[in-house]
């Protein structure tokens, strides 16, 4: 270790302030490892089967590509202006008012950053399984508990590795912020590379005539597009096949798969207040990681559309696209090579997940708005109860199951065994937290139209690009799929918004709390 670092820890130490140990690369690859999990490997079935074309798969990912770098774009202009601790909850806070800070930390804490941790985590374990089969979602410890019509709790040794992931990792990253990156930039660049490998094998070496002469020969002809019905009863069910109207809504609806792979882009701005040159660094960063990873996403499904005919991606066994593909170069090893690969990759998206979050609930609680204990560092300058505090819950958002049911609304069985299947929890909550999180990016960039009238003056040493246009267009687009997910996903949006409401009454519970544990006059 140098003298220099050696001094700045030190002077960190005395005065208890996070330690500046982000360079450059370091935020690029927090950006990169928390955006890359396991969606990339298995969403496109389900787009597939909701645009029904080959044109209309690879628009959906280049559109969520626009959206996302766009937004990350006018993020940067945040970042750069205010360079702390909390990133998105500060830019809110400072745009509107504390409340609408708030409202994003606690939906964040609640269900964004850990339904995300938890459904990673299980991810990992999930494939982890096809290499050790005893890790299993049916060897139970405790087998499914019903506790209501709709929900149950248990313990497989799956959830049990998925649970000892997220604690372990929370502990890993309470030791300091330099143990953390380490291991976020070997796995962001192991599973960086993997991923670019695969795509280029399968470009070069996994090409199928026949998938790149009905993928490529026809673009846009819609065929085995599922029927989309509205959760509005007076509202007709459409399909991509029924015109404009039905590709858009057939667009809309599938930007959810796309764009949760492509998400947690902004957890750099958590961690401002541990990057050496914020001002600088945060903006390259999320350009250049969402870019990257936004490339490396279209090229994966050019890989896949040259590797498989449509029909094949719409139902490869259980969504796993990657492995069927890959399955033209490496036969039945495809299997394990994808299990190893989305095991690395799973693994340094939940270390990117999990060291992010707690920056800003420790944000919240130096403003009287969350625990108390989360706003302190320890001795190695990490907000340690923060971290485990969310290690905790997302563990336990791994244990609930869902009941599931069929069409007559009777419990699904097992055609082999003829037990009851169960799904998780977590399922549905990013089901709503997509809703929840498109609400809160408009927000946050519309804030940037905001902050320029309200302080003209402040220091901006980076300008959002194409500032009005490309951020005029964002918010555009993301409440048009807003709009279109609440006439057909419905059941999935009301939710959301509603996680995010019951946060009113509990922060003015919390602001009156504080308010009057300050002494009179010391406001």
């Known amino acids: 270790m140098s003298q220099t670092v050696r001094a700045l820890d030190t002077v960190a130490a005395q005065q208890r302030e996070f330690v500046k140990g982000l360079g450059l690369l370091d935020s690029t690859m927090i950006v990169i490892g928390s955006m ?18 080959p044109g209309g798969l690879l628009l959906v990912w280049i559109a969520t590509g626009i959206l996302t770098v766009s937004a990350a774009l006018s993020y940067g202009e945040l970042a750069a202006m205010m360079p702390k601790a909390g990133g998105q ?3 809110l806070r400072e745009a509107y008012s504390p409340l609408w800070g708030f409202l994003y930390g606690w939906t964040l804490f609640l269900v964004i950053q850990t339904g995300t941790i938890a459904a990673v985590a299980i991810g990992f374990s999930r494939f982890l399984g096809v290499l050790v089969p005893s890790i299993s979602p049916t060897n139970w410890i405790v087998p499914p508990i019903n506790i209501s019509q709709h929900y149950a709790v248990s313990l497989s040794v799956q959830q049990v590795v998925g649970v000892v992931m997220i604690l372990f990792l929370s502990v890993v990253n309470t030791r300091g912020l330099r143990l953390g990156k380490l291991i976020q930039n070997t796995f962001t660049s192991a599973k960086t590379l993997a991923v670019f490998g695969l795509v280029v094998a399968g470009i070069v070496l996994g090409r199928s005539a026949e998938a790149m002469r009905t993928n490529f020969g026809d673009l846009w002809s819609v065929r085995g597009a599922e029927l989309i019905r509205p959760e509005i009863s007076w509202i007709p069910a459409v399909a991509a096949t029924g015109g404009a109207a039905g590709f858009l809504v057939a667009f809309c609806v599938a930007q959810v798969g796309s ?3 492509a998400d947690a882009w902004n957890n ?3 961690t401002a207040g541990e990057v050496k040159n914020p001002q600088r660094d945060i903006p390259i960063s999320l350009a250049a990681g969402t870019g990257l990873v936004i490339a490396l996403y279209v090229l994966a499904n050019v890989a896949y559309l040259l590797m498989l005919p449509l029909a094949q991606i719409q139902h490869a066994a259980d969504d796993r696209v990657a492995t069927a593909a890959m399955q033209n170069i490496f036969g039945a090893a495809a299997a394990t090579i994808m299990a190893v690969l989305i095991v690395v990759s799973t693994f340094g998206c939940s270390n990117g997940l999990i060291l992010a979050g707690a920056r800003v609930y420790y944000a919240m609680a130096r403003d009287g708005l969350f625990f108390r204990s989360t706003g302190r560092l320890n001795a190695k300058m990490v907000p340690a109860v923060g971290l485990m505090l969310q290690g905790i819950w997302a563990a336990l958002l791994v244990l609930p199951r869902t ?6 609304g009777n419990p699904r069985l097992d055609p082999a065994t003829g037990m009851e299947q169960y799904g998780n929890l977590y399922s549905n909550l990013l ?3 997509i809703f929840a999180v498109l609400v809160f990016y408009v927000l946050t960039i519309a804030g940037l139209f905001v902050l320029r009238k309200k302080r003209p003056e402040a220091p901006r040493p980076y300008r959002a690009w194409g500032y009005p246009v490309v951020p005029f267009l964002y918010v555009v687009a993301a409440v048009t799929i807003m709009a279109v997910l609440v006439v057909y996903r419905t059941q999935t949006t009301w939710p959301g918004l509603l996680i995010v409401l019951l946060g009113i009454p509990v922060y003015y519970l919390w602001h009156g709390r504080t308010a009057a544990e300050v002494p009179r006059g010391a406001e």
Do not use: E
């Not at 079935?45 to 074309?53: E, F, H, K, P």
């Not at 009941?403 to 007559?408: F, I, T």
């Open 36 to 53: 890359i999990g396991s969606g990339i490997f298995i969403v496109s079935a389900d787009i597939a089967r909701l645009v029904g074309s």
């Open 89 to 91: 909850y500060v830019y």
């Open 259 to 261: 764009l949760f792979s």
């Open 268 to 270: 750099i701005t958590f």
């Open 403 to 408: 009941r599931l049911r069929d069409a007559a």
């Open 431 to 433: 089901d709503y937290v």
